[in-house]
């Protein structure tokens, strides 16, 4: 049984940091490519970042330089860092394995001052 537990979110003012973690079991981790996605009310559901089971990285133009993907095989964990918050960041934030139908519960992100 596939599960995505993520985690860290919370409410930040604008230009603050948080970390997201997503811990993954079910699948083998190692083998597969990882994404975090986001959704906004209202909006369609976004990827933000996706790693490669190798490790290469890809970002969203929106996040660009901000926000760092990275994944941690031991623990079966994905990791978000997002830096520079600012409010249209606000969303809730899913991890899922690239191709998959499944996905976690999401965490809340709000920034906001």
């Known amino acids: 049984q596939v599960q995505l537990v993520e985690s860290g979110g919370g409410l930040v003012q604008p230009g603050g940091s948080l970390r997201l973690s997503c811990a993954v079991s079910?699948?083998?981790?190692?083998?597969?490519?990882m994404g975090w996605y986001r959704q906004a009310p209202g909006e369609q559901r976004e990827l933000v970042a996706s790693i490669t089971s190798g490790g290469r990285t890809d970002y969203a133009d929106s996040v660009e330089g901000r926000f760092t993907i990275s994944r941690d095989n031991a623990k079966n964990t994905l990791y978000l860092q997002m830096n520079s918050l600012k409010p249209e960041d606000t969303a809730v934030y899913y991890c899922?394995?690239?191709?998959?139908?499944?996905w976690g519960q999401g965490t809340q992100v709000t920034v906001s001052s």
């Open positions: 079910g699948i083998i981790f190692r083998i597969s490519d």
């Open positions: 899922r394995r690239v191709g998959s139908p499944y």
